[in-house]
Structures are given as C-alpha cells and as structure tokens.
C-alpha cells in the first residue's frame, strides 16, 4: 500500500456510548449500564496505531467514559477531521446515533464512518436514520488505510475501495418517492496472523489513559482494591470459532468476507512470545498495573500455547522482569480446561477463569448449541475451584426455548454454586443481536421506538428475544420493571451502595421467584438469606470498605 500525497489527514474516533462523562447524555435505555463500560475501546486505539505508526493518520480517540461532550465538541470545532468513526454496539446504539448527528453538525465536512459487529450486521438501519457515508465491515485496519491514502491525494470518493458499504439515492418514477440502494464494495478479508501479529503488538499503549479509567472505577468505592481496580485488558486472538447461537461476534469477521482462502475467518493470534512482548510494553507504559485480563473470547482454545505462556511468566517473574504480583484473568470455554492447563495457569498466578456455561439445564445446552453437558461444566469449575482460581460463569435464564423447569435447574444450580464461592453472572434473556443467528429464527422481538434527542429521527430498536413459553414468556414480559421495584428493595432493606454482578444475578433469582408468587416463597427466601450472607456485615460477608470489583463491567 503506497503512501503517496502531502496531504496531513486527522481521523476521530468515538467508543460506543453508554451514556457516562456525556453530560446531555442519559444512560442506554437498550443495553449497558454506565457502570459496566470501565474499560478503553482497544479496537479502536489499535486501529489508531496501525494508522498512526504506518503514517497514515494523526488519530484522536473520544469515549464517552472518560471525556464529555463538552470536551468533544470543542475539538470539533478547533480542528478539522477528515474522518469520524463510531465504533458501535447493539446496547448503546441510541447514544451513538445521538453522536453522529452531533458530529456533522459541528464538522459537516468530515467523512462519518461506522464500524464494529452491530455496523457490519446492522448498517441498514443506521445509515436510513443517521448521516454516514460509509460502514466498514469487518476489521477497520485495511479499509481505514485505504481512506487515509486516497485523502492523502486529495481524493474523497472511497466506492472502490473493498469492504465498505455506501448508499446511493434512487428516484422511482411510479411513486415519486426517493429511497436509497446500499452497494458493498467488496469483501474485507481478516487480518492473517503476520498483519493481526504487527497491529496487535505494536499497539501504542501509552496513548491508552488506563489512569483515567481506573480513577471512574475507583470513585465507586470508599476504599478501592487496587489489586482488582489496576487492570488492563488485552487481547490475543481475533476471535472465537464456535457458532453459539446467540453470539454475534462468532460470524463478525465472516459476515465482512472470512479469509481469502475461504469463506470462515482463520483464527489469527499472538505467540506466547509476543503476549509477553505485549505485556512488557503494558508494564512500561502503567506501571501501576496490578492485574492482566486476557479478553479473547476464548484463550484457552489451544493449551499448548496457553502452557507455553504460563511457563515463560513464571520465568520472568523469577527473573524479576514481571512483578511477583502481576495476576491475570481470561475467558475460556467449558471443554478446553485440562488439569495440566489449570496447574500451569496457577503457578503463573491466574485468579480467575470466566466461563461462558449459558445455563444448566441440559435442553438449553443442546438448543444454544454450545456442545458441551452439564456434567463437564461441573468437572471444569470445580477442578478450577480446587487450583484456587475463581470460576466465573455467564449464564442467560430465559433463552428463546426455555421452559420453566430449565429456568428453575439453572437458578437452583446458580445458587448452590455462589454459595461454594464461584462466581455468577446473568443476562436474563436474549439481547437481540443482528448478528447472532438466534435474532433470525423467527422468535417474537419486544421493540422501543426511541427518540434520538436533538433529531427528527426515531431509532426502531429490538430489545428483547420473547420465549415461546407462555409462562416464561409471562416473566420476560414483566421482569425488567419488577426487577428495577425488588433491585430497590433489597438495596433499602441492606443498605446496600454498589451493585456488582453476583448481586445483580441474585437480585435476578429474586425477581423471578417475587414475580411468580407465594408459591415460591422458600425459594425466596433462600435468596435473600445469600444475600444477607454476603453482604450484611454482621452476618460475617462484605464490608462497607472492601465491595467486591464488578468483572462483569470490566469485560465491557
């Protein structure tokens, strides 16, 4: 790729918005809580580090966690951007539609581009409702470069240059009415591992104001646990294989045009030397890390690089070139966890493994697709309990086939297994992602005409995946506004401040339970006995100066 032209070319970028340091902003009524967004966007901070260290682009990046609107539009109006991207999510589209419109206001001669799972699956309906000119689908590397070159030569037209989508307006005669026609301009093939390799360890990670997210997370508590607080999450592969049904990011990169060897993407990633390398640079540039999460969607797809890994950590800690408190956390699925796996991830001071477990109820594993039986799932956290690392399990309570028995095993098993110590995460029900193949399947969708402030535009927003149970159906419809009365109860009744996921899980087995009745009180108030347990200081759970960190945010 030729860098010709004098032409100096700025690019902003803007993180998706949940709604936080934006001070016209409300939180996403669709998806994320302002609290769970603790964490930089490093899409897109390696985008501007493939496009600043190959001088492409000088690149700012914005996010609505750490910089407020204020803030972002003085910078457009001070400076001149060639190209806005928006980085965005299904939870947060509302706020990002928001600050689209916002952008060509005060900079009506940038370029406005999306990108991200949510733009490559859902450009449709953003473009007919929001002032782009471009999505990108897939990666935003290559096609970003591309851009960057052509206004480098005064050129602005960028329909040839592959991976995009653009729209052109049609007149129709008949009708008299203008639409558009959305033309793609070729696939985008991912990155292989040399180009995902380079982009991913030359990232600029001193640019990244970790401080600055770290001090939102702290201001939550009265006295933070810096060993929880100071993390810094990196990723390693460029994603996970297994189609599970309700999981967007799975087909993202071969939704954009897979390899070029073949439709599916090759999972590309990082050498147990490179991570380390990577981990150096992370050191260096923050010192004052204390804990490593390693966000793949799955890093323990091949043990023998995870192996690999741990030994060369336990080897440069012994060299003193890692801190001996340095510790780390990671996502894995059920069946890649081996004993000699867990043994090493112990010894290079691994403290907890987040497992992506959906449910316990056998039915729902085989229709979600995730290939694996109840009984592994059992085998896996408890080993992993036994090493001494915590078990972090994701669970969805109500999929799209549930039955009230599967709701019923999947509480009853979240339960004894908090009780033990694991921890526990819910989503009650499906989030209705473009991407994922359950939004297709034909299940009824709750949907939000939501206003977006400022504008004349109305964003049509799936919300909710329905259950085709007419009783599960009867709790997904009433949930959200029970569990917001029984989240105030409880947090009343205990005097609680913070509400970190394994709370919010149990606030959700609350909500159920409350919801069907006297019929359930004993399981009720087994609930509400584990809560008071945990977090009642008097009856021996957490104290008021040490709330336990919220992973669930942190993973973003």
């Not at 991407?435 to 799936?462: F, K, M, N, R």
Request: net charge negative; aromatic share 12%.
């Amino acid at each position: 790729m030729k860098k010709k032209g004098s032409i100096n070319v700025n690019v902003l970028l803007l993180a998706p918005s949940a709604g936080v340091g934006s001070y016209l902003r409300m939180e996403s009524r669709t998806g994320f809580s302002k609290d769970r967004f603790a964490v930089p966007p490093l899409g897109l901070w390696r985008i501007s580090g493939y496009l600043t260290n190959n001088k492409y682009a000088n690149v700012e990046v914005w996010d609505g966690y750490i910089d407020n609107e204020e803030y972002l539009v003085s910078r457009l109006k001070e400076k001149k951007f060639d190209i806005i991207g928006f980085s965005i999510t299904h939870q947060t589209l509302e706020n990002d539609i928001y600050f689209m419109h916002a952008c060509k206001k005060f900079s009506p001669s940038s370029t406005l581009v999306i990108g991200g799972d949510e733009a490559t699956f859902n450009y449709v309906k953003v473009m007919d409702i929001a002032p782009i000119d471009y999505t990108v689908l897939g990666e935003g590397e290559k096609p970003m470069a591309e851009m960057c070159m052509k206004i480098k030569n005064g050129i602005t037209d960028f329909t040839d240059i592959p991976g995009l989508i653009y729209k052109i307006d049609s007149d129709y005669k008949n009708t008299e009415e203008k639409t558009c026609e959305y033309k793609r301009t070729g696939p985008n093939y991912a990155m292989d591992h040399k180009m995902f390799s380079e982009a991913t360890v030359s990232m600029d990670w001193k640019v990244i104001p970790y401080e600055r997210y770290w001090d939102q997370i702290e201001s939550f508590y009265e006295k933070p646990n810096l060993n929880e607080t100071r993390t810094v999450r990196i990723f390693t592969t460029n994603y996970c294989p297994f189609d599970c049904l309700f999981c967007s990011s799975t087909n993202f990169l071969n939704a954009a045009g897979g390899s070029e060897n073949k439709k599916r993407a090759n999972v590309a990633g990082l050498t147990p030397e490179q991570i380390m390398i990577l981990l150096n640079e992370v050191l260096e540039s923050h010192p004052k890390t204390r804990n490593i999460f390693i966000n793949d969607d799955d890093f323990v797809l091949q043990a023998v690089r995870v192996q690999k890994f741990c030994d060369l950590v336990c080897e440069a800690k012994e060299k003193n070139i890692l801190p001996n408190y340095l510790t780390f956390m990671c996502l894995s699925r059920i069946d890649d966890i081996e004993e000699d796996t867990l043994a090493k991830m112990k010894a290079a001071n691994f403290k907890m493994i987040g497992y992506g477990v959906e449910n316990f109820s056998q039915n729902m594993l085989d229709d979600l697709n995730k290939r694996i039986k109840v009984e592994q799932i059992d085998r896996t956290v408890t080993s992993t309990l036994a090493h001494g690392i915590t078990p972090y399990m994701n669970i969805i309570l109500m999929p799209p086939t549930a039955k009230l028995i599967d709701v019923f095993i999947t509480i009853e098993r979240c339960l004894d297994y908090i009780e033990l110590g694991f921890e526990v995460a819910t989503e009650p029900y499906f989030i209705p992602m473009a991407g994922a193949v359950s939004t297709h399947q034909g299940y009824e969708v709750l949907i939000d005409e939501i206003p977006i402030e400022g504008t004349e535009v109305v964003l049509t927003q799936e919300t909710v995946i329905v259950p085709a149970d007419a009783e599960v159906k009867k709790i997904v419809l009433g949930f959200k506004n029970h569990y917001e009365k029984c989240l105030n109860e409880i947090t009343e009744k205990y005097n609680l401040q913070f509400h970190p996921a394994r709370l919010r899980s149990l606030v959700s087995f609350y909500t159920i339970y409350s919801f069907l009745g006297k019929k359930y009180e004993d399981r009720l108030k087994r609930v509400d006995n584990i809560i008071k347990n945990l977090y009642v200081p008097e009856h021996g759970g957490f104290i008021k100066d040490k709330k336990e960190f919220d992973w669930h945010g942190a993973t973003g």
